[in-house]
């Protein structure tokens, strides 16, 4: 049977059903082909394709002609999935206007159907007015990388009363100013359960526990194709790497030897052809 485009109207209809969201990140046209193919419901491109595609040490550095690049790579490998193309640093926090005129990039440039935005209450205003704009947000509370810096590391988020009223009060927030989807990023799973029981936004976990709405996880992390450690939230389903090491390396090995390329790796010319040639 045909898949058909997922819209956010599907995604809300798989929350009230108790259907789980599978979203997974991508940043070129082959990742992308690879989500199509397995039936990923959504496709998020990250700008932690700093750290995992540019070589970056933080998401940081990421500009948004990084972004609108790969997102139409993505969108190139997908029809079916849903699009989240993620705002980078400074995208957004200078003012709304600045704000609604990138996210608006991402749908124009892009194709993408949403956009990401990093951050609690405090973007509240900002979410809003993308929204009154037409292009739906998808918010992202808990360990937000961007903001790292200010966090003091990477760490779990929310652990303490006054830590989980925040997330809370700032879930609140988003949901009011007009998001449709919120990612967990690093919380409690009983507080991301919470909150799931209590928003219409579709809430998607990385390190946030089983009972949101969804889960999203980075490819690279999935398929080992890293050389960092895999993050304790992140499940590694194969190691490619070394795989991948290994084909280079009898490449090299055999192109060293001579052993490749062999005729069958090449194309062949008419001897009479050879014998009029003038060298």
């Known amino acids: 049977m045909q898949r058909k485009k997922i819209t956010i109207s599907d995604l809300y209809q798989m929350k009230a059903s108790g259907e789980k969201v599978t979203m997974l990140t991508a940043y070129d046209y082959p990742g992308a082909v690879a989500c199509e193919r397995a039936g990923v419901d959504s496709v998020l491109v990250g700008d932690s394709l700093g750290n995992v595609v540019l070589g970056m040490d933080s998401t940081v550095p990421v500009t948004m002609d990084d972004m609108i690049r790969h997102c139409q790579a993505v969108r190139r490998g997908i029809a079916n999935p849903f699009l989240i193309g993620d705002m980078p640093f400074l995208s957004y926090q200078v003012s709304v ?3 609604v005129r990138n996210a608006g990039r991402f749908m124009q440039e892009a194709g993408c159907d949403c956009v990401k935005l990093e951050g609690g209450s405090e973007m509240a205003d900002t979410v809003a007015a993308i ?3 037409g292009i739906p947000v998808c918010a992202h509370i808990g360990l937000t990388p961007q903001s790292v810096a200010m966090l003091g590391g990477y760490k779990v988020q929310g652990k303490d009363l006054a830590g989980a009223q925040k997330l809370i009060d700032s879930a609140k927030a988003l949901e009011q100013a007009g998001a449709s989807m919120i990612v967990f990023e690093c919380i409690p799973s009983a507080l991301a359960a919470a909150i799931t029981k209590s928003t219409t936004m579709i809430t998607i976990g990385i390190g946030a526990g089983p009972d949101c ?8 992390d999935i398929l080992g194709l890293t050389t ?19 084909a280079v390396d009898d490449y090299v090995r055999e192109v060293k030897a001579g052993a490749f390329p062999e005729d069958q790796h090449g ?6 052809v050879v014998a009029k040639l003038k060298i």
């Not at 194969?238 to 795989?243: A, D, K, S, T, V």
């Open 97 to 99: 206007a600045e704000a």
């Open 131 to 133: 929204v009154r704009a």
């Open 213 to 220: 709405d969804g889960q999203v996880l980075v490819y690279h």
């Open 228 to 246: 960092r450690k895999t993050p304790k939230m992140a499940k590694q389903f194969i190691n490619l790497l070394p795989q991948i090491e290994q």
């Open 267 to 272: 194309f062949a010319m008419d001897k009479s």
